[in-house]
């Protein structure tokens, strides 16, 4: 009998005593802190990624006039997607979009329903 009071003081105070957890929650900080830090250095590349296509667009633009060609550069921010437009010179009637509008709108709408269901930005 002896043998089994000890043995059932020793798993009692094992089952009493708490269990402590010293580096989970440490490291769960540590990887937040990690994708915080991550998510602004990609919001700043994507930032200066927009300004470069931005500043690209533009020369392009500007080449283009200089050849008196009808072809026209742009960049919708929306969703991040060069374009072209072809259009009549001497009416700056357009004559073809490419991407279409339609494409693009189409895009802008499959990026919100994707960020509605992920509760995300697409």
């Given at each position: 009998m002896?043998?089994?009071?000890s043995?059932s ?5 094992i089952v ?7 580096s ?7 990887n ?57 010179r001497s ?9 279409t ?22």
């Open positions: 002896d043998i089994f009071s043995t003081k020793q798993v009692e105070s009493s005593t708490p269990k402590t957890q010293a989970a929650p440490t490291r769960e900080v540590e937040s802190h990690q994708v915080a830090k991550s998510a602004r250095e990609n919001n700043q590349n994507q930032q200066s990624d927009i300004e470069k296509l931005t500043q690209t667009v533009d020369k392009l633009n500007k080449q283009m006039d200089s050849l008196g060609t009808n072809v026209q550069f742009g960049f919708n921010d929306k969703i991040n997607v060069l374009f072209v437009d072809v259009v009549e009416t700056g009637k357009p004559i073809r979009k490419i991407p509008e339609e494409a693009m709108a189409l895009s802008e709408k499959m990026r919100e329903i994707i960020g509605t269901i992920f509760d995300k930005k697409g």
